[in-house]
């Protein structure tokens, strides 16, 4: 499995952007698919989770209503679309890939990209 992430890149607070993982090298199956970010000094946390097959949806607390996950089944890829961006939204983010939604853990992992969010 390969994961390409993309669509980092610097924002002012308040700001959107759209990150994409394309996904590759088997079909996805019971997968589940998950955005992670590690911000400077700290340690990396999981963002939010979406299970390929149903699309069912995870989020941490603090994106609630910011972020959303979703899937592109046809062109193998997640999105991460972030809006309302604070400074502390500022990180390296990572794709990453589970075999079984939920219920496992994630394997499979994209390099970052960064995200910087200015005040």
């Known amino acids: 499995v390969q994961l390409q992430a993309s669509g980092g890149g610097w924002v002012a607070a308040g700001g959107s952007l759209r990150l994409s993982c394309v996904a590759s090298?088997?079909?996805?199956?019971?997968?589940?698919l998950g955005w992670f970010r590690q911000a400077p000094g700290k340690e990396r946390e999981l963002v939010a989770t979406?299970?390929?097959?149903?699309?069912?949806?995870y989020y941490t607390d603090s994106v609630k209503g910011r972020l959303t996950i979703s899937r592109d089944k046809a062109k193998n890829t997640v999105y991460l679309q972030m809006n309302t961006l604070k400074p502390e939204d500022t990180a390296v983010y990572y794709c990453?890939?589970?075999?079984?939604?939920?219920?496992?853990?994630?394997?499979?992992w994209g390099q970052g990209t960064l995200v910087t969010v200015s005040s």
């Open positions: 990453a890939a589970q075999r079984a939604y939920g219920s496992s853990s994630f394997v499979f």
């Open positions: 090298g088997r079909t996805f199956t019971n997968y589940g």
């Open positions: 979406i299970s390929w097959n149903v699309g069912t949806t």
